[in-house]
Structures are given as C-alpha cells and as structure tokens.
C-alpha cells in the first residue's frame, strides 16, 4: 500500500518542513490538490508552487488537477516537477488526447472520476493509465465524509483491470481514516489519500506506520 498525504490538510506556512517531514516519515508520495474554484468551489495553487516545492523535496508528486480544460496547462505541471499528473474525466472533452499529451511530457498518466461518474467513461484507457482515482467524495475541500458506495466502484474497478491484464493502480481520494483503510484495500486499492486524518495526527512516522500496519 503506498500512503499519498494530501498537502490540503499541512501547514501552508512551512511547505520545506513539512515536506521534510514527510520524507523523514519515510514517505514516497505526496498528493498535490490543484483546484481552480470553478470546477470545484475551492482555489489552491498552481505551477509555480509545485516549482518551488519541487527545489525542496524528492517525493513523488501525486499532482490531482481539479481544473477545467487541464490541457491547456499539461506540459507547465510537468516542467514545474508532476510526477503524475491526473485529470478528471469529466473536465475533459477529448480524454484520451490529454492522457496521451501527459505521457508525451514523461509524467504519469491518471484520470480521476467524481463519485457519481461511471467506470465505463475508462474503460478504454485502461492499458494507457498509470492510475485511476476514485473520488470519494465530491471533490474541492479536505475533512469530508466518506461515500459508501465508492468501496464497491473500487472493487468493479480491480475486476476491470484485472481482466484488461493491466498494472493500473487504484487511488482512493477522499475522508480515508485509519477505520476505513483496511475495507479499501482489501477492495483493491493501490494509494491511499488522506488529508485530515493524517496531518491532523503527527508525528508523521507514526501515523504513517498506523496506516501502514492496519493494512497488512
Ligand atoms: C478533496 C481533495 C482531497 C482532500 C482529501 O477534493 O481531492 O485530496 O485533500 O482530504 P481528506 O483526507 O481530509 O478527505
Ligand atoms: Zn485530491
């Protein structure tokens, strides 16, 4: 299981520390909610913070663009350090043309899919994907209630992917707590977002180990 904590829920004031903190935790992943207040209600941050966050840490930066068009900004995520960069199926009229443009920049290339949006809208893309998202909850602030159903569009998602023959990794995003975890793994999920029951709970190394030991 690789454990993604979401940036929303840290300390904006001391990005060094925190991201230092994470590595120190012996973290790999950390996941970036880049959101533009109109396809969600909420604005983050763009490209030039990933830039400066990048001079500061090798994580893996797990780059989750709730943008509209995000084609339009592809190739500026990669040069500011994405390491994977996952759009939303439903901001994207040609899906398959930005996943490929994705690919083409180096980064890896995932789509995210709103809890209401059907598996079907990927089915197609499977083998081209380094990963899928499930949202489970509907996407634009962190501290939200899981959606029940998602765990059983996880499982759809694994039988999916298994029968493409392909290593797509499944990434649930969204009020993941160390009661839930377990049940989503166990359904097939890769990486684990969490925001607020993460950095809500340092030290980070042991919180970290929490998750780490309750999904064995
Ligand atoms: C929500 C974001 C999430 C969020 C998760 O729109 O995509 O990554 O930060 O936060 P928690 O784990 O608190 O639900
Ligand atoms: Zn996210």
Not at 43 to 56: C, D, E, N, S, V
Request: charged share 20%.
């Amino acid at each position: 299981m690789i454990l993604s904590p979401s940036m929303l829920s840290s300390d904006f004031t001391n990005m060094e520390s925190e991201l230092k903190a994470l590595k120190d935790a012996g973290l790999k992943w950390v996941h970036l909610d880049i959101m533009d207040g109109c396809f969600v209600p909420n604005i983050t941050f763009g490209p030039p913070i990933i830039k400066a966050m990048r001079k500061k840490s090798d994580l893996f930066f797990d780059c989750h663009l709730m943008i509209e068009d995000p084609g339009r900004y592809v190739q500026n995520f990669a040069d500011a350090g994405a390491d994977l960069i996952c759009v939303h199926a439903e901001t994207c009229d040609h899906l398959e043309r930005v996943c490929a443009q994705i690919a083409e920049t180096g980064a890896k290339p995932a789509v995210a899919l709103n809890p209401h949006t059907p598996l079907e809208t990927i089915k197609y893309l499977i083998p081209q994907l380094y990963m899928v998202l499930i949202m489970s909850v509907n996407p634009g602030f962190g501290g939200q209630k899981f959606i029940p159903f998602c765990k059983d569009k996880v499982r759809e998602l694994r039988g999916m992917i298994d029968e493409a023959g392909a290593e797509t990794l499944i990434q649930i995003d969204g009020g993941v707590t160390l009661e839930n975890a377990r049940k989503l793994t166990e359904a097939g999920v890769d990486v684990l977002v969490s925001g607020s029951a993460f950095f809500g709970y340092p030290p980070y190394g042991e919180r970290h180990q929490a998750f780490q030991d309750i999904c064995k």
